[in-house]
T-cell receptor, first 113, second 116 residues
Framework: AQSVTQLGSHVSVSEGALVLLRCNYS??????LFWYVQYPNQGLQLLLK??????LVKGINGFEAEFKKSETSFHLTKPSAHMSDAAEYFC???????????FGAGTRLFVKA | GAVVSQHPSRVICKSGTSVKIECRSL??????MFWYRQFPKQSLMLMAT?????????EQGVEKDKFLINHASLTLSTLTVTSAHPEDSSFYIC????????????FGPGTRLTVT
């Protein structure tokens, strides 16, 4: 069975500071991993995905994530936070067939001016 | 990129009535679509997987007679909430899987259902 754990339901950073959102996964098969962002009252938008190629994945809006198999982690980072980054972020894992995607509980990012 | 639309974006209905929500893939064919329910400040809960031309697969605990799913074409899936009750009020989100490449999902903007 697959699962995702996002550490910290809320993260607060100052504008211009480093953003680090933590995600650990559990999977018995090589996983596909995703980060999605959700703005209020909207659907989810794909930020980036890991597909067993490069372990450092770059996404949209300056975000990137690194797959670390030894740590079963896929943390999301951005060097410099912007006010527009304030949103809910979901980490997700899917099996290689992509038939079911499991979402983490989400982390709400607050950006202070 | 792949675009998924949902209609309506918001709906208010009276208890006991039925509501239909449409999910469309606008620029690609989606053999598989997913329906999620999201409660305030919570994650997405998968309700069912909708496959074109066949019956939907419901997750454990989801009432298939209450949440009717139809995937009649490669671009349209519908979710009908039958005999809605206030506890059915929620944010419903659909997604479609792009069959080529990595199987990431593209999400619709969601439908806010309020049952009074």
């Amino acid at each position: 069975a697959q699962s995702v754990t996002q550490l910290g339901s809320h993260v607060s950073v100052s504008e211009g500071a480093l953003v680090l959102l933590r995600c650990n996964y559990s999977s018995s098969v090589p996983p596909y991993l995703f980060w999605y962002v959700q703005y209020p009252n909207q659907g989810l938008q794909l930020l980036l995905k890991y597909t067993s190629a490069a372990t450092l994945v770059k996404g949209i809006n300056g975000f990137e994530a690194e797959f670390k198999k030894s740590e079963t982690s896929f943390h999301l980072t951005k060097p410099s936070a912007h006010m527009s980054d304030a949103a809910e972020y979901f980490c997700a894992v899917s099996d290689t067939g992509g038939f079911k995607t499991i979402f983490g509980a989400g982390t709400r990012l607050f950006v202070k001016a | 990129g792949a675009v998924v639309s949902q209609h309506p974006s918001r709906v208010i209905c009276k208890s006991g009535t039925s509501v239909k929500i449409e999910c469309r893939s606008l620029d690609f064919q989606a053999t598989t679509m997913f329906w999620y329910r999201q409660f305030p400040k919570q994650s997405l809960m998968l309700m069912a997987t909708s496959n074109e031309g066949s019956k939907a697969t419901y997750e454990q605990g989801v009432e298939k007679d209450k949440f009717l799913i139809n995937h009649a074409s490669l671009t349209l899936s519908t979710l009908t909430v039958t005999s809605a009750h206030p506890e059915d009020s929620s944010f419903y989100i659909c997604s479609a899987r792009v069959p080529s490449g990595v199987y990431e999902q593209y999400f619709g903007p969601g439908t806010r259902l309020t049952v009074t």
